[in-house]
């Protein structure tokens, strides 16, 4: 039971949190992306509106008490059910402001307006097709065709349906994503049961940090439908390997999630490895692992069909690169070659050179992850019978390599927003022993945008990009010191041992 000291800690972290909410949404109505909003805004023009001082404060006190109350518990809340408590509390107020931290929901909306008037989202921009409220749109992502898969594009459709006019719509988006987040929730509980770590932990560091309430639910991003589907699929595999029913229903709700955004597919991989039942080998990988890939397959091909727009959304992903900012690690690499060339007269253009080094660094990483965990779940065949907790390890070896691949993808992707940190945050909570790692980062990404969706990466691009490559360096250089270090420990040890009397 928890002390008294620890009971009046976590009630503070509850208060404190749900008042950075309150004032996220007291901030969201002064300065949010609203319809109505000026685009363009910078952190100055802001401040000189006339609700600006009190908007950025507001905004800023907010993140700050979200960020410090979720990291104040990062070990864990007091109670699964207090995590759960907790976590609604802080949503509640962000679930009744504007949309907060971005402008995409109107994207999403002008998408399905788009669809729903017979003009295909996947071949033309929203302001080509006419959209009613293209001006509510961020400009860079007027003129591109939908990045996302089918299945979003039908329920952006029915979202306009429903909704009639642009508030509508944005509440009925608002739904769908609240949907999604309580989809998640509900798989969490059953996936840290399998993967062994406490519910009361996974629950407080995937549902109550400050990403979830700002970006996925007043934000309305469409990565909280994916990650429900993403998390749901995975519990059906961890919970029935080997049943071919279960595993083709486990397949098609991976796919659904692939066809809301694309990122989803790098855990498929993985999820075959916890598909298998009884003894790892190839032939079990394949028998199960393709009952799991023909769900998968099975539910890309519906929703491709379902919509009459086929694959075309395939093309649509070439375009979520064409903004370039620092907090992409392989575009500040290569925005730091494009200054130092500029130095000297040259215009090296490195960042689609970097960012193309990037994917395949990308794919050598997601293999080798893959690998890794395979022989990991091999090396258990040898040890079933003596290791009690051995069903346990299984399907957390699967997860925790799938958390790694999602990671891999945020970090080596051509483009970070805030939100994408929220792709590894659920499998990591129910995964990874240490959580500063990732919990840091994570509190970091809040403090990225503004209410109205300003993104101050665009402010801050050459000392950002400086700042980020600087990082880069100093993991890398901490990589290599891990790696030597057992080496130059052994060395003394073999040369004492190979010394004469």
């Known amino acids: 039971m928890p002390s008294s000291g620890s009971r009046r800690a976590a009630s503070a972290a509850r208060y404190a949190g749900l008042a950075g909410a309150v004032l996220l949404a007291v901030a969201g109505y002064l300065g949010g992306a609203l319809p109505d909003s000026p685009l363009g805004a910078t952190p100055a023009s802001i401040w000189r509106a006339p609700d600006g001082p009190a908007t950025l404060i507001c905004w800023l006190a907010g993140t700050a008490l979200l960020v410090g109350a979720w990291w104040s518990l990062r070990g864990g809340a007091p109670s699964t059910r207090w995590a759960y408590v907790t976590a609604g509390l802080w949503v509640l107020p962000l679930l009744v402001a504007p949309p907060l931290g971005s402008r995409d929901v109107y994207s999403y909306a002008c998408q399905g307006w788009t669809y729903a008037h017979g003009v295909d989202p996947y071949a033309v921009g929203v302001a080509a097709a006419g959209c009613p409220w293209?001006?509510?749109?961020?400009?860079i992502w007027r003129d591109t065709p939908a990045p996302y898969g089918p299945l979003f594009v039908l329920l952006a459709a029915l979202?306009?349906?429903l909704g009639g006019g642009l508030t509508g719509t944005i509440v009925a988006l608002r739904v769908i994503a609240v949907a999604g987040l309580l989809l998640a929730a509900l798989c969490l509980p059953g996936l840290a049961r399998a993967a062994g770590v406490p519910t009361r932990r996974a629950a407080w560091l995937a549902l109550a940090g400050p990403l979830i309430g700002v970006h996925l639910v007043a934000g309305a991003h469409n990565d909280a439908l994916m990650l429900g589907l993403l998390l749901s699929g995975l519990l059906v595999v961890v919970r029935r390997p080997g049943r071919r029913s279960a595993l083709l229903f486990a397949g098609a709700l991976l796919g659904l999630a692939v066809t809301v955004k694309a990122s989803a597919v790098v855990v498929a991989p993985f999820a075959a490895l916890a598909a298998v039942h009884g003894r790892y080998t190839v032939r079990a990988l394949l028998r199960d692992g393709g009952w799991l890939a023909g769900g998968l397959l099975a539910a890309l091909l519906a929703s491709s069909a379902l919509s009459g727009l086929g694959f075309g959304w395939v093309g649509?992903?070439?375009?979520s690169g064409d903004s370039e900012q620092w907090t992409s690690p392989p575009t500040a690499l290569g925005l730091v070659v494009d200054y130092a060339g500029a130095l000297v007269?040259?215009?090296?253009?490195?960042v689609p050179v970097v960012r193309a080094v990037a994917l395949l660094l990308l794919a050598g990483a997601?293999?080798?992850?893959?690998?890794?965990g395979w022989q990991a779940l091999r090396?258990?065949?040898?040890?079933?019978?003596?290791?009690?907790?051995?069903?346990t390890a299984r399907p957390r070896v699967a997860l925790h390599g799938a958390a790694l691949a999602l990671v891999a993808?945020?970090?080596?992707?051509?483009?970070f927003h805030s939100w994408y940190a929220t792709w590894p945050l659920a499998l990591l909570a129910l995964t990874a022993s240490r959580t500063t790692w990732f919990v840091l980062p994570a509190s970091a990404a809040a403090f990225l945008a503004l209410p109205d969706g300003t993104n101050l990466a665009r402010f801050t691009k050459a000392p950002g990009a400086l700042a980020m490559t600087a990082l880069l360096l100093i993991l890398l250089i901490r990589a290599v010191h891990s790696v030597r270090a057992p080496r130059a420990l052994r060395a003394p040890r073999a040369s004492r041992n190979t010394r004469r009397p």
């Open 409 to 415: 993808t945020v970090v080596l992707s051509p483009v």
């Open 134 to 139: 293209v001006e509510t749109v961020a400009p």
């Open 316 to 319: 649509g992903l070439t375009h």
């Open 366 to 372: 997601l293999v080798l992850l893959w690998w890794r």
């Open 379 to 391: 090396a258990l065949n040898d040890v079933r019978q003596r290791v009690p907790r051995i069903e």
């Open 159 to 161: 979202a306009v349906g």
């Open 345 to 350: 007269g040259r215009d090296p253009q490195a």
